[in-house]
T-cell receptor, first 114, second 110 residues
Framework: EAAVTQSPRNKVAVTGGKVTLSCNQTNNHNNMYWYRQDTGHGLRLIHYSYGAGSTEKGDIPDGYKASRPSQENFSLILELATPSQTSVYFC?????????????FGPGTRLTVL | GQQVQQSPASLVLQEGENAELQCNFSTSLNSMQWFYQRPGGSLVSLFYNPSGTKHSGRLTSTTVIKERRSSLHISSSQTTDSGTYLCALDPGTGSNRLTFGKGTKFSLIP
């Protein structure tokens, strides 16, 4: 069974502060993803990665940076958090390819920026 | 325009009835992935279906590329099936980045 974990599970931050969300996967998947989920917008892709050292912009990358130091770990960084970044953040991992690229999601991180 | 259109937005049925959820897509598809989500919960993958029909217990997923649609059928629905069902289009292209539908909120009346 795919295993994706996230930390912290809940976070309260202040406006202008730095926030780092962490994700770890034990599936040895090449691809990893960060999404946010908001009422009215659904799930949207922020950043993704093809492997260690790689980060790519998704659909809504502004205000976010990502880091992939290893195959297992993928972080999302908010350098200057704003209240509009209050959301639930999900990390996912998946294999590259055509028929077997199913994505598996972590439990989510609920971030509140005051 | 929206690449993945999911319908209905909400569905209320009595326990024991069958449910049909639909996703229509307008771009090229490598596969459609279906998820289940409880309120406040994570996304649980139900199917990764590039084409044809797949079964898992009371759930059936059918993807018809030519007709640009994918469906999820829930037979003999139970109260534990309540929650939100999401479809997500995987275009392939190496990144396999998903584009999600807005979801179907499914509720059961006992």
């Amino acid at each position: 069974e795919a295993a994706v974990t996230q930390s912290p599970r809940n976070k309260v931050a202040v406006t202008g502060g730095k926030v780092t969300l962490s994700c770890n996967q034990t599936n040895n998947h090449n691809n990893m993803y960060w999404y946010r989920q908001d009422t009215g917008h659904g799930l949207r892709l922020i950043h993704y990665s093809y492997g260690a050292g790689s980060t790519e912009k998704g659909d809504i990358p502004d205000g976010y940076k990502a880091s992939r130091p290893s195959q297992e770990n993928f972080s999302l960084i908010l350098e200057l958090a704003t209240p509009s970044q209050t959301s639930v953040y999900f990390c996912a991992s998946g294999d590259v390819g055509g028929a077997d690229a199913e994505q598996f999601f972590g439990p989510g991180t609920r971030l509140t920026v005051l | 325009g929206q690449q993945v259109q999911q319908s209905p937005a909400s569905l209320v049925l009595q326990e024991g009835e069958n449910a049909e959820l639909q996703c229509n897509f307008s771009t090229s598809l490598n596969s459609m992935q279906w998820f289940y989500q409880r309120p406040g919960g994570s996304l649980v993958s139900l199917f990764y279906n590039p084409s044809g029909t797949k079964h898992s217990g009371r759930l059936t997923s059918t993807t018809v590329i030519k007709e640009r649609r994918s469906s999820l059928h829930i037979s003999s629905s139970q109260t534990t099936d309540s929650g939100t069902y999401l479809c997500a289009l995987d275009p392939g292209t190496g990144s396999n980045r998903l584009t999600f539908g807005k979801g179907t909120k499914f509720s059961l009346i006992p």
